[in-house]
Structures are given as C-alpha cells and as structure tokens.
C-alpha cells in the first residue's frame, strides 16, 4: 500500500473474526438485536472499537432482518409427536448446534391447513433466519414452500421426489440391507418387512434395502406390508402377516415402535422370539433395550441427525454452502435375532 492508496475499511468478518464469534452473531450485537449473550456482545463492541469498524448502510439493512432464531417444522398435527422418543432426541442435538450458533430454537407443527398457513407466513416475513423440515410426506406442500423460500432451508432427512439442496440423513437404505442380511444369515427363509409409511423417502429407502438383500439371496421379498411407524400399526401388520403367511421365520420393522408391535402380536399367538419368529428393528431407541426380548436393531445416530441438521442451517445464516451429509448406521445385536 502506498502512502496515498486509503487503508481498506475493516469487514464485518474482521469484526467477527477478532470476537471470536460468527458473522451472524456481529451482525446482531451491530443492530442491537436480541439473544446474544453480554460476554459475546462485549467482545464484538471491542473489536468494533479496536478496528475502527463502520457498519455498511446497505448491509445494516439487510442484517437487521435477522431474527437470532431458526424453525423446526415437523409435519405433523399432534403436539405429543415432540415427546417421540426420536423426535426428542432430533430436538436435544438441534438445540445443542443452534446454541453454539447462538440461534434460539423455535418448534413449529405443519400439517393441518393451519399449521401450514402459520408456517407460510413464517418464511414469507422472515420470521427466522432458516428454517429445518422434518416428517415430510409425498405431495407435502411444505417441500414447495421451502423452494420458494427466501431464506436458508435444510431437510432433516430427505423428502420424497428430487433431493433438494441442503440435507441430512441417514443410510437408510444400507441400514435396511444390513438387518435383513442378518436375518438371512441366521438361517431364515422367509423374511417379511413391516414397512413404514410408504409416501416418506424413509418408508421406501428401507423397504428398498430389505428388498435388496432379500433378491441377492435369491428369494422372493414379501411385498410392502405399510405401518404407519407406530407400536399399534407393527401389531396389526404382524397379525395379517401370520394369518396369511403362517410361514414367516423373520421379520424387518422399519422402526422401533412397530417392532416392539410385532414382538406381542409374535407373543399373544404362541410364536416364540427368535426360535420361531427372529425380529429385526430400526432406530435403537430405549424401546428396542427394554422389549421382551430386547430387540436387535439398527441404529442410527438420531441426537446426530438434529445436531448435523441444526448446524448446516446455521452455516447457511452465515453465508456459507455446505453439502449434503449422509450419516452411517450400524446394527447392534440382542436377543430377538
């Protein structure tokens, strides 16, 4: 720089960067915005000082639209789905992330006309910085908002049709694979699949890998039997399965709640686990440890899958472009196979 070149006026990321804190969480404490902690907005307020920071005029517009707060949308109409063992953990590994970003964490359900209305006008005002979906169903007009949205969308597992930009999810398809190969390689014959809702991405990736390993041992898969990832609907599809195919000598649940149906519906007819009837689930959630018998299952890292979710929304706010992520799966062996 030469003595008549003027020195380059100091960025919002110097700001930031000085702080020790993200971009987005400067920009707040520059437009007085909320929930921001005092020892962080301190240490913003010294280096503003310290580099002779002037905010930008144009840019102090557009940063003060930013709200300190990131949506979790689950499309779903009963309150309770929050204390779904998987839904409490998704939120447990959200919050975590959205703290370390400094982003409160708001819980939105949007599967009614007015559940979906109140979220329509979340995204049209900006009503958040970002937002994350879950829990969507094929035809979901919440996939269609989030493409229209003006603001950082991230899926917390992938939705049915075109993968959208951002998301996180896990190996269902493998998952599925492995616990079926499982049971094949226990000696059953005749594997059966207990399929979780069928217009979810979820519902068909694991259907698929159930389908996959069942055609690489040269069998026949069973055709999709649909629950509706409920311990009530693993029963009811467990009895229809005996009653039609009294043959059955195992079985895939596409989760842990219709596995745990399965195992008293195997139980109220006589059929002894896994002598008879060896049962495989999905999830690794607490259920799967205190069945009788405890079930083998897979897992999948679901406190993670809230966690990634919330974090690549929050590396959105701050201007940048992650990529998709895929989380393994791994089985864990116990008693029911």
Partial sequence: MTATEPR???????????????????????NNAPHVSRVKREAVERAVRQLGYVPNPRARALATRQTGAAALVVSGEDPSIFADPFFAQVIVGAAEALEEADLHLMLCLAASDRGRAR????????????????????????????????????????????????????????GAREAT????????????AICGRMDTEAGRARYRGYRDAVLAAGLDPFPPREGDFTEPSGAAVMAALLAEHPEVDGVFAANDNMAAGALRTLREAGRLVPAD?????????EIARIADPPLTTVHQPV?????????????????????????????????SA
């Fill in 119 to 174: 979220v329509a006008e979340l995204l049209r005002s900006r009503g958040a910085d970002g937002v994350m979906l879950m829990a969507l169903r094929e035809g979901d007009p919440l996939a269609r908002m989030a493409r229209e949205a003006e603001m950082p969308v991230v899926f917390g597992g992938r939705p049915v049709g075109p993968a959208p930009r951002w998301y996180v999810d896990v190996d269902n398809v493998g």
């Fill in 303 to 335: 406190t993670a899958l809230g966690r990634e979710t919330a974090r690549m929304l929050a590396a959105l706010v701050n201007g940048q472009d992650p990529t998709p992520l895929i989380l393994p799966t791994r089985l864990v062996i116990r008693s």
């Fill in 8 to 30: 380059p006026q100091p960025t919002l990321d110097e700001v930031a960067g000085l702080a020790g804190v993200s971009r987005s969480v400067a920009s707040r404490v520059l």
């Fill in 181 to 192: 190969d499982h049971l094949l390689a226990c000696g059953r014959t005749r594997v059966a």
């Fill in 277 to 285: 009837v060896a049962v495989v689930g999905f999830d690794d959630l």
